[in-house]
């Protein structure tokens, strides 16, 4: 194993820390992050900002029409608090349907949010939403033009609030739900459920435990 990230360091300059060891630590986030599944490669870059290279044939998803479950992309999690705001800009490098980079937020393997940026089944950029309460709902938000967005997990009391915006600036509210009860984490990940494997950059991340001030603008 040494031997194989020696060679991935060498060849790529990506540094696996983290990704071996199981906890990542990034300035932008107040608490170290862990791994739900190993990504292909890991890097911080700066403060604010990482890749993840999600492995081929990997997802998060409980299929509404059969309860088939995929749970094997990797998600890198961090604990949070009982209110806050994360957001990021996502930068993905699609290839097949389905490749996408998200913020998510777990309690559980039957509780769980993935907000994705995803190359959706017609192959258009587009804006998507799972919350799982047992079974996916799953929901396409709307396509974009480019492979950069800015997404947007808040938490308020019970609730969760995702946005999306293209300038990091004007946000628009995409959905507002609960979860359920349970100690709850957050964090980012990629996927590629019917490829050979997806890159996504999260950059610019934010983090603030408080209140959202405005549910409507995002802030």
Do not use: C
Not at 205 to 217: G, H, S, T, V
């Amino acid at each position: 194993m040494g031997g194989r990230i020696a060679l991935l360091i060498a060849l790529t300059g990506v540094v696996l820390s983290g990704a071996e060891s199981g906890t990542v630590t990034l300035k932008a986030v107040p608490r170290a992050m862990h791994w739900t599944s190993a990504p292909v490669s890991f890097a911080a870059k700066g403060d604010d900002a990482m890749e993840i290279v999600a492995p081929p044939k990997t997802d998060w998803y409980v299929s509404p029409l059969d309860g088939e479950t995929h749970s094997n992309a990797p998600w890198l999690l961090f604990d949070a608090d009982a209110d806050f705001v994360l957001r990021a800009k996502v930068t993905v490098d699609y290839r097949t349907k389905w490749d996408a980079g998200a913020l998510v937020a777990w309690i559980d393997n039957t509780h769980w949010v993935k907000f994705a940026f995803e190359n959706a089944a017609w192959l258009k950029p587009t804006i998507v939403s799972v919350v799982t309460r047992g079974r996916s709902d799953d929901s396409n938000a709307y396509s974009v033009d480019g492979n950069v967005q800015y997404l947007e997990i808040a938490k308020l009391g019970e609730a969760m609030i995702l946005y999306a915006s293209d300038d990091g600036r004007n946000w628009h509210m995409i959905r507002a739900f609960t979860l359920g009860q349970g100690k709850l984490q957050v964090g980012f990940s990629s996927q590629s459920p019917v490829g050979q494997g997806h890159r996504a950059v999260f950059s610019e991340i934010r983090y603030r435990a408080e209140a959202i001030k405005d549910i409507w603008k995002g802030e």
